[in-house]
């Protein structure tokens, strides 16, 4: 501000003193008025560099939440895996073991309609079925 007053002396050195403080006034005014639009300025660029900082921070803590969920679906991804390896081996135990109690089944059944004393018996199996299925037959050809 000094700079810009002596400066304006120097100009009008020439002039008369009531001009010289009439031009002086309105430099000062000018010089204020540019100091204000200033420091607004430099207000305006200090919340900016704030805003830019706090958004900086807040994509930091953005790309930490994104890289800890894609761990935890990756995770999730081989439980569900292993999961299912297991479910399969379940089944395949399971089908074994509904041939092993159809086998015992079938011994047990043997076991019943054998003989030991020389009697040989036959069993007939869907009888009401079979005799269902001839009834229907011979209706068919009456």
Same mark, same amino acid.
């Given at each position: 501000m000094n700079v810009v007053l002596h400066h304006l002396k120097s100009i009008n050195h020439s002039k008369t003193t009531s001009q010289m403080t009439t031009d002086s006034l309105q430099a000062t005014i000018q010089l204020q008025e540019i100091d204000e639009t200033v420091n607004i300025l430099s207000d305006g660029v200090t919340t900016l560099n704030e805003d830019?900082?706090?958004?900086? $921070?807040?994509? !930091?803590? &953005? %790309?930490?939440?994104?890289?800890?969920?894609? /761990?935890?679906?990756?995770?999730?991804?081989? +439980?569900?895996?292993?999961?299912?390896?297991?479910?399969?081996?379940?089944?395949? $135990?399971?089908? !074994?073991? &509904? %041939?092993?109690?159809?086998?015992?089944?079938? /011994?047990?059944?043997?076991?019943?309609?054998? +003989?030991?004393?020389?009697?040989?018996?036959?069993?007939?199996?869907?009888?009401?079925?079979?005799?269902?299925? &001839?009834?229907t037959l011979c209706l068919a050809f009456f």
């Open positions: 830019r900082q706090r958004l900086i $921070n807040e994509s !930091i803590h &953005q %790309q930490q939440i994104l890289d800890s969920l894609t /761990k935890d679906c990756s995770t999730l991804k081989i +439980s569900i895996q292993e999961q299912n390896a297991f479910l399969d081996g379940t089944k395949v $135990n399971q089908e !074994i073991l &509904q %041939q092993d109690l159809a086998s015992m089944g079938q /011994k047990v059944t043997d076991m019943k309609t054998r +003989s030991y004393d020389g009697t040989l018996y036959w069993k007939i199996i869907n009888v009401q079925e079979t005799i269902g299925q &001839q009834f």
